[in-house]
Nanobody, 125 residues
């Protein structure tokens, strides 16, 4: 069982930056995928970004050019660097993981086996 713990959320003004972290309880295997998702009140959950162990990344169109997903395997930590934040980025942000993937990572919530409890991000205008 893999446990994921997010941190780094908070309140920020529009145009500001935040860096989210997600620490796993174990080292993920060499074929795992990890991703960030977000959900605002009254909205559907949205895939934000994914990364595989080779560093291949994918982003939702809404965050391309502003958000960067990265990982530090030695620290068992996934990051999401968020710049030029907008009020519409306000949401609960979750990380997710799936081990032993033999296909491209997907930005689908149900595709992942393990998920964290989330960290709240609030962006004011």
């Amino acid at each position: 069982q893999v446990q994921l713990a997010e941190s780094g959320g908070g309140s920020v003004q529009g145009g500001g930056s935040l860096r989210l972290s997600c620490t796993a309880s174990v080292n993920m295997d060499s074929r795992s995928c990890m991703a960030w998702f977000r959900q605002a009140p009254g909205s559907e959950r949205e895939g934000v970004a994914s990364i595989n162990r080779d560093g291949r990344t994918a982003y939702a169109d809404s965050v391309k050019g502003r958000f960067t997903i990265s990982q530090d395997n030695a620290k068992k930590t996934l990051y999401l660097e968020m710049n030029s934040l907008k009020p519409e980025d306000s949401a609960m942000y979750y990380c997710a993981a799936r081990p032993w993937v033999f296909e491209s990572c997907r930005l689908l919530w149900d595709w992942y086996y393990y998920r964290g409890q989330g960290t709240q991000v609030a962006v004011s205008s």
